[in-house]
């Protein structure tokens, strides 16, 4: 079942809770062209607004440091 915009804004804000008290060193790599091979143009899970919700949560969520990096990777991840 494909993630809906709320429930991707929820996931953002889990996630990124999770990484603001973290003691470790991270690097987020946020795919700009998806998270799955099923989310891709034509794919049956394609929904862009849905996508785009949950990587620019994370962007604006996640606060940034020397020891805490969010990227943008020109990809997808599949």
């Known amino acids: 079942m494909r993630t809906t915009v709320d429930e991707n804004r929820k ?3 889990f996630i ?3 990484l603001k008290n973290s003691s470790s060193k991270i ?3 946020l ?3 998806g998270v799955s091979a099923l989310d891709a143009p034509g794919k049956p899970f394609y ?3 849905a996508t785009g919700t949950l990587l620019h949560e994370l962007q604006n969520l996640i606060p ?3 020891d805490r990096q969010v990227l943008w990777l020109l990809n997808s991840l599949s």
């Open 27 to 29: 690097c987020v790599c």
């Open 11 to 13: 996931f953002a804000d």
């Open 16 to 18: 990124a809770n999770k």
């Open 47 to 49: 929904d862009p607004e």
């Open 31 to 33: 795919p700009e062209k």
């Open 64 to 66: 940034t440091n020397g």
